[in-house]
Each structure stands twice: as C-alpha cells, then as structure tokens.
C-alpha cells in the first residue's frame, strides 16, 4: 500500500513568516515526488516534480529538497505572502507504475 | 503542458440518479486519470482511462458504479451512477505529460442530497 503522509495538516501564519512542510513517502520503488499548489475554486497546479536524491528546486520563494533514501521532502516558503494562502499537496509516483498518491495536504493561511 | 476543459464545474443531485463528467484535453495524451477528494480527504484516484481498453480501477472503486469512457485520446467521461450523500466530493480529471506532472481539470463539486 503506497501511503503519503503530510504535516502540518494546517497551518496559520503571519505575512513575512517563513514556513516549511513536510512529506514522507515509501522509499522503496520511488521513481518521482510532486508538490502541487491548490486554491479555492482552481485545477491544483504542479510546483515541482523531482527525480533525483538530493535535489533541489526553487521557484520564486518557494523551494523544495528531496531525501529519496529516507523517504521525505522538505518544502518551503520565505517571507508568506496572502496570496501563497492554498492547499500544499505533495504526490508520490513510484517505478513500474503509473499513478501517482496524492497525500492529505498542508493547508496554509497566512494573514495579512 | 496541457489544457484540459472539465464540465459540469458544479452539479447538486438528487440520490439514486447519476451524472456524467466530461473531460476534454488541447492535446493527444495516452493516459487519463479520474480523481475525487471527498471532505477532508486527500485526492484519491479512482481509476486510470486508457483509449481503446477498459479503465483500471484502484481498490474500493468498481466499473459499475463510476463507468468511465475514453472514445480517443483527447476525451474521457466519468459517471457517477446511483448516487448518495457519501458520493458528494469534488471530481477531478487529469493527464501527464512528459515531465511527469500532472495537469488537471477545474474539478466538479458534486453534492448530492
């Protein structure tokens, strides 16, 4: 059974706070790990895909680390904005398979 | 990437009727997939489309009560069938390009009372 697990499960922070989440995921047959962006009333949208222990993604404020040995990845927000207020869902794909996991989400406000 | 139209956005039914949702994707893809997160829960799949075959359904899922069609490569339909309450969630389709992310529709939030 493929089992993603997230934390926070929420989480309310300040504008101009740092935040981070977290996701652990089997690290057994690990072939790629999703972090997906979610707001109200839109599709989800694809922050980063990552293949490779150790990698590293950043996009704007936010970045993200992947420990595939270990089973876990890191993802972070510098200085929170409103707007970055939404659902922080990370998925998991692994070898010879297909679909991808999703896990519970993070759900991140952050107040003006 | 891809662009990926998704109707009904919204629908409230009334228990034992059914609905279709459509999905309909700007470009040829191999694979979709049918999503749902019902309240409170992550997005758990339902099944995976493949054109020219039957859906493969992950486990608590069965064709009988969500058919799904995928007449060619840019079109899929999934049907809720013989509704309840606990059927109530938001439906999402949704493929994979090269790059292994996933594109998704705008979701339908179906109620049903």
């Not at chain 1, 707001?39 to 989800?44: L, V």
């Not at chain 1, 980063?48 to 590293?56: H, P, S, Y």
């Not at chain 2, 995976?48 to 069609?69: C, H, L, M, R, W």
Request: net charge neutral; glycine share 8%; hydrophobic share 30%.
């Amino acid at each position: 059974i493929l089992n993603v697990e997230q934390s926070p499960q929420s989480l309310h922070v300040q504008e101009g706070d740092s935040t981070n989440f977290t996701c652990s995921f089997p690290s057994s047959n690990f072939y790629a790990l999703h972090w997906y962006r979610w707001e109200t009333a839109k599709s989800p949208e694809a922050l980063f895909v990552m293949t490779l222990n150790g990698d590293e993604k950043k996009k704007g404020r936010i970045s993200a680390t992947l420990n595939t040995k270990e089973g876990y990845s890191y993802l972070y927000i510098k200085g929170s904005q409103p707007e970055d207020s939404a659902t922080y869902l990370c998925a998991f794909t692994n070898t010879g398979g297909f679909k991808t996991i999703f896990g519970a989400g993070t759900r991140l406000f952050v107040k003006a | 990437s891809a662009v990926i139209s998704q109707k009904p956005s919204r629908d409230i039914c009334q228990r034992g009727t059914s609905l279709t949702i459509q999905c309909q994707v700007d470009s040829q893809v191999t694979m979709m997939f049918w999503y749902r997160q019902q309240p409170g829960q992550s997005l758990t799949l339902i099944a995976t489309a493949n054109q020219g075959s039957e859906a493969t359904y992950e486990s608590g899922f069965v064709i009988d009560k969500f058919p799904i069609s995928r007449p060619n490569l840019t079109f899929s339909t999934l049907t809720v069938s013989n509704m309840s309450p606990e059927d109530s969630s938001i439906y999402l389709c949704s493929v994979r390009t090269e790059g292994e992310k996933l594109f998704f529709g705008s979701g339908t939030q179906l109620s049903v009372l």
